[in-house]
């Protein structure tokens, strides 16, 4: 037993720095100010850390006030054998040391939420063993950009801008709590790919403490909310992860926008390796609309020909980004999806009235 002992003493001081390395950002942009006023939001998702990414030069070419990085901001799936996390602990180092994303991180301010794949293994949910260590190295790296450092999960909020021109950008965890989804029966199948739809009221998407949260966010005064899930919520054709998986969280969510009268709702997406855009009336007071924007660098293919009954317009396969212009004198806003330079491919403007305001 001694010997057993005196074995396990040795081997963690010999790792001490693997076993607490938290890997920093670069020089970061300063955050925005809580009265700074926003006209252009860019936003994206699925980057590889060890490939360059020409969609972020788009983005600086877009000259936006602000980037939200949606989830699988890196690829760092770790076993979680070892607790040090030693392979995600290597995509933040890789990150921290990639080209593009340090001119974007320089120039741009970012907020941060995390999909599976940096949250530490592939479609992981609750009780992924490593998600302890992979919430600690994503707080350290994001740093001020890491909205939920003050509880456990990375979900939180920010409030910019003055009255009549306030946004609230709500930035949701869809990992730490969910539940694990239903496995298919005919894996592969259109629309059946991965997962079904589970109408277990007992699982959850967010877990009851977020949940709390969000209702209280969503009673704060603002003039536009983006809710940032890393995964969709209005798509309905494919069989992979997404709120329609959960149906019963999913009309949840739609209830809770409603019971607290929350107007302005737009939400933005990612995970799919794709982008599209998405409208649907009848949910809450006013039509939801939502842009998913994938991948920054990780396309699978160059078309898509995937189609959800809310879809506005063919899927975007190659790698992109996106951008909410906000025209606050005009009162209306558009979403578009922009080709690696920068440029429009795909874009719907939505006047305030649509969206309750």
């Not at 990414?53 to 070892?82: E, H, I, K, S, W």
């Not at 009221?201 to 909310?225: F, H, I, S, Y």
């Not at 995964?231 to 054709?237: K, S, T």
Request: aromatic residues 8%; contains cysteine.
């Amino acid at each position: 037993m001694i010997l057993v002992l005196g074995l396990v003493a040795l081997l963690s001081l010999a790792h001490p720095a693997q076993a607490q390395e938290i890997v920093k950002r670069p020089a970061a942009a300063k955050m925005l100010g809580a009265d700074s006023v926003l006209t252009r939001i860019a936003f994206g998702s699925c980057m590889e850390e060890t490939l360059p990414v020409p969609a972020l030069r788009g983005v600086l070419a877009t000259q936006p006030d602000l980037f939200l990085a949606m989830g699988d901001n890196l690829y760092g799936d770790d076993p979680a054998d070892d607790p040090a996390l030693p392979i995600l602990t290597q995509a933040y180092r890789d990150l921290a040391t990639n080209a593009d994303f340090a001119a974007l991180n320089r120039t741009v301010p970012i907020l941060a939420t995390w999909d599976d794949h940096d949250f530490g293994a592939n479609d992981a949910g609750a009780i992924y063993g490593g998600k302890t260590r992979a919430e600690a190295l994503f707080d350290g790296f994001w740093g001020d950009g890491a909205l939920g450092q003050d509880h456990p999960g990375v979900y939180g909020a920010h409030l910019f801008g003055p009255k009549g021109q306030r946004v609230q950008i709500i930035m949701l965890d869809s990992r730490s709590f969910r539940s694990d989804l239903k496995d298919t029966d005919q894996r592969g199948a259109k629309g059946k790919e991965r997962y079904v739809p589970d109408e277990d009221g007992a699982k959850t998407m967010l877990g009851e403490v977020q949940w709390a949260w969000l209702a209280e966010q969503l009673k704060q005064p603002a003039d536009l909310r983006l809710i940032v899930s890393s995964v969709q919520v209005l798509a309905d054709g494919h069989g992979y992860e997404a709120w329609h998986t959960l149906p019963r969280e999913r009309a949840r969510l739609f209830r809770l926008i409603n019971q607290t009268g929350a107007k302005g709702v737009v939400i933005l997406s990612g995970d799919r390796h794709m982008a599209a855009l998405y409208r649907q009336a009848g949910l809450v007071d006013y039509p939801l609309v939502e842009l998913t924007a994938s991948a920054l660098n990780r396309s699978m293919r160059a078309t898509n020909d995937e189609i959800s009954s809310q879809q506005i317009g063919p899927a975007y396969a190659p790698n992109n980004s996106g951008l909410m212009e906000i025209d606050w004198r005009g009162k209306s806003l558009r979403l578009s999806i922009r080709n690696e330079q920068g440029a429009e491919v795909q874009g719907l403007s939505v006047p305030f009235a649509q969206i309750g305001l």
